[in-house]
């Protein structure tokens, strides 16, 4: 029998929601989508990074929904969510801008975070009327708009084309990343996480990784070797808090510096010493909080009386 695609125990497995629902995009992708805690607490909404889902942010669920309404969704192809054929950025602001719509009310805000791949959709969706209508303040984990092949340090190569080459051959290789093994492990703890990262933070971030499905991951990877969302962090005018790794070796922290430099209304950077790409499981303590913060400073106090909107 196969591992299950997470961990089941300790502080990284996810814990049940209390409702879930499928959003359907505007190409009919379908996307599976949870919400923990109470409806009529401030929401907070979560989008996940490449080969990742909703289990990676298993330990900011587990604090926030003491207090917050969570909703957390898996990208098109990861998790839960079937795969679809279309794969490109548009694709991500059309995902985010269905699961906005279907889990909050008209008019209601949210914070909203993103990982990885997911902190490229919340700037791909930045110039959406319905982002607008729905995003009170971001945050932005171990992410990039552009340059991501070129900057990446995978490859231990002075930067340039060799190495861009050689990079971008990794991260969209056809071979399966099969089962999680010791070697495995070593792997991935040195391409996405910090040298002192626990046992169970890489155990709990290779189930997740490698249950992603190879042709899922090639097809994201040629989306972010060509990223260019430089444009789009020019409207992302929300409060915007920018968090990244140090030994990030997928988005180096160069990428966390230039977005809040060119962010329009960024509220503080964040840069975690010995930590890798996955902050939100090497550090999720510092990523819980920033969430918080912002929900304190830019949410409005939950109306009880306000009619609960579920799907």
């Given at each position: 029998?196969?591992?299950p695609?997470?961990?089941t125990?300790g502080?990284?497995?996810?814990?049940?929601?209390?409702?879930?629902?499928?959003?359907?995009?505007?190409?009919g992708?379908r996307?599976?989508?949870?919400?923990?805690?109470?409806?009529?607490?401030?929401a907070v909404?979560?989008?996940?990074g490449?080969?990742?889902?909703?289990?990676?942010?298993?330990?900011q669920?587990r604090?926030l929904?003491?207090?917050?309404?969570?909703?957390?969704?898996d990208?098109?192809?990861?998790?839960?969510s079937?795969?679809?054929?279309e794969?490109?950025?548009?694709?991500?602001?059309?995902?985010l801008?269905?699961?906005?719509?279907a889990?909050?009310a008209?008019g209601?805000?949210?914070?909203?975070?993103?990982?990885?791949?997911?902190?490229?959709?919340?700037?791909?969706?930045a110039?959406r009327p319905?982002?607008?209508?729905?995003v009170?303040a971001?945050l932005l984990?171990?992410?990039?708009?552009?340059?991501?092949?070129?900057?990446?340090?995978?490859v231990?190569?002075?930067p340039?084309r060799?190495?861009?080459r050689?990079?971008?051959?990794?991260?969209?290789?056809?071979?399966?990343?099969g089962?999680?093994?010791?070697?495995?492990?070593k792997?991935?703890?040195y391409?996405?996480?910090?040298a002192?990262?626990?046992?169970d933070?890489?155990e709990?971030c290779a189930?997740?990784?490698h249950?992603?499905?190879?042709a899922?991951?090639?097809?994201?990877?040629?989306?972010?070797?060509?990223?260019?969302?430089?444009?789009?962090?020019?409207?992302?005018?929300?409060?915007?808090?920018v968090?990244?790794?140090?030994?990030d070796?997928?988005t180096?922290?160069?990428h966390a510096?230039?977005l809040a430099a060119?962010?329009?209304?960024?509220?503080?950077l964040?840069?975690?010493?010995?930590?890798g790409?996955?902050t939100?499981?090497?550090?999720?303590?510092?990523?819980?909080?920033?969430?918080?913060?912002l929900?304190?400073?830019y949410?409005p106090?939950?109306?009880?009386t306000e009619?609960e909107?579920?799907?």
């Amino acid at each position: 029998m196969s591992r299950p695609p997470h961990v089941t125990t300790g502080r990284y497995a996810p814990p049940v929601a209390r409702r879930a629902f499928a959003a359907v995009s505007a190409d009919g992708a379908r996307l599976h989508v949870e919400v923990h805690g109470d409806e009529g607490a401030p929401a907070v909404v979560l989008a996940h990074g490449w080969t990742c889902s909703t289990a990676f942010w298993a330990a900011q669920i587990r604090e926030l929904a003491k207090d917050h309404r969570v909703i957390a969704y898996d990208q098109r192809g990861h998790g839960r969510s079937p795969a679809a054929r279309e794969h490109s950025t548009t694709a991500l602001a059309d995902d985010l801008v269905a699961v906005l719509e279907a889990a909050l009310a008209p008019g209601e805000r949210a914070v909203v975070a993103g990982h990885s791949m997911g902190g490229m959709t919340i700037m791909a969706a930045a110039a959406r009327p319905e982002f607008a209508e729905h995003v009170a303040a971001a945050l932005l984990c171990s992410t990039g708009s552009a340059r991501l092949v070129a900057e990446a340090r995978v490859v231990p190569l002075r930067p340039g084309r060799v190495r861009t080459r050689i990079t971008g051959a990794v991260l969209s290789s056809r071979a399966p990343l099969g089962p999680v093994t010791p070697v495995a492990k070593k792997v991935l703890k040195y391409v996405t996480m910090g040298a002192g990262s626990a046992p169970d933070e890489v155990e709990a971030c290779a189930r997740i990784v490698h249950a992603c499905p190879t042709a899922v991951r090639r097809a994201w990877s040629r989306v972010l070797a060509g990223l260019d969302l430089d444009a789009d962090v020019a409207r992302l005018g929300v409060p915007t808090a920018v968090i990244g790794g140090k030994d990030d070796r997928l988005t180096p922290v160069v990428h966390a510096r230039g977005l809040a430099a060119a962010l329009p209304h960024c509220v503080g950077l964040t840069e975690i010493t010995g930590a890798g790409h996955m902050t939100p499981v090497e550090a999720p303590e510092t990523v819980t909080d920033a969430v918080r913060e912002l929900a304190a400073l830019y949410l409005p106090a939950p109306n009880p009386t306000e009619k609960e909107k579920t799907p």
